[in-house]
């Protein structure tokens, strides 16, 4: 008899995808291996739900996914006969929404705006978006599509503190991803949904579960500490970023090809 059952939490830019080329080829034939082993597969990232679901069709991925940093936890919907009770019917999600309303980030936004130089998504058009992710324009448009966060740039880096003590007063903020920094509700974070989606497993299959989570950039630190199995992917240039963990695996390469590397591995060690 099965004493747990395993979970897969997984970032995509820098960690699934590539950073550059935003492939996830090399991660394929793993992605394939979990999928049949019936291994949840479950996507975590700054990206949002209309992006997330073009990349679950493209890699083949079904599990449920946290979009925006942990804004919001979509489970399909009768995804494993689940009752999650706390959930709410969006778009034919089980969804918990658990982000600040993105009209909110904008409206502080446009406050901030005289004091401070920023750019956020909703101030540039799907081209610029493109342009500075270097995204297709049509997925740059589902980039815009946001519920519950806003990614920006801002001129001089050194107002970030100023920036976020009065962000702050507005139960805002900041978070630092591969290429932007993103505005995101002070209750929420990566570790908060995955903790969530963790107990939603356990409660509906009513078994612990050991769940492994993998990332490379500083917003998936939350993420990564509330994982039985840490797995940090280094980034382009091979740097990995500065994260003590107990347990921390470090993936052998960058991307999707440290992704598969690591994930192949610990499946061979967990005898499957
Ligand atoms: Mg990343």
């Known amino acids: 008899m099965k004493t747990r059952r395993i979970i897969i939490f997984s970032d995509l830019d ?16 793993t992605i394939g291996r979990i999928e049949k082993l019936g291994i949840p597969l479950i996507l975590c990232t700054s ?19 946290i979009s925006e940093n942990g804004g919001g936890v979509f489970f399909p919907g009768n995804y494993g006969n689940f009752a999650i009770e706390e959930a709410v019917i969006i778009h034919g999600y089980q969804c918990l929404p658990l982000g600040i309303p993105y009209p909110r980030i904008r409206s502080f936004i446009e406050h901030m705006r005289t004091a401070f130089p920023i750019k ?30 806003e990614p920006f740039v801002i001129e001089q880096e050194e107002n970030l503190d100023s920036l976020e003590q009065a962000a702050m007063l507005e139960g805002i903020r900041i978070t630092r991803g591969g290429r932007f ?33 993998l990332g490379d950039s500083p917003n998936d630190v939350p993420m990564l ?15 990995y970023e500065d994260i003590s963990l107990p347990g921390l695996i470090r993936a052998p390469y960058p991307g999707s090809k440290g992704w598969s590397a690591a994930i192949s591995d610990l499946l061979t060690t967990l005898g499957f």
């Open 225 to 239: 500490e509330q994982a039985d199995i840490p797995i940090l992917v280094p980034h382009e240039n091979g740097r």
């Open 120 to 149: 956020g998504f909703g101030d540039m058009d799907a081209r610029e978006v493109a342009q500075r992710t270097g995204l297709s324009l049509e997925k740059a448009a589902l980039a815009k599509a946001r519920e519950f966060t």
């Open 181 to 213: 920094f993103h505005f995101i509700g002070s209750g929420h974070d990566k570790g908060k949904a995955v903790s969530l989606v963790k107990d939603i497993f356990s409660r509906n299959w009513q078994i612990p579960v050991l769940s492994v989570a």
């Open 14 to 29: 820098g960690t699934l995808l590539n950073h550059r080329d935003y492939s996830h080829a090399e991660a394929s034939p």
């Open 47 to 65: 990206k949002t739900r209309r992006e997330v679901e073009v990349i679950r069709e493209e890699i083949g991925c079904t599990g449920p996914f």
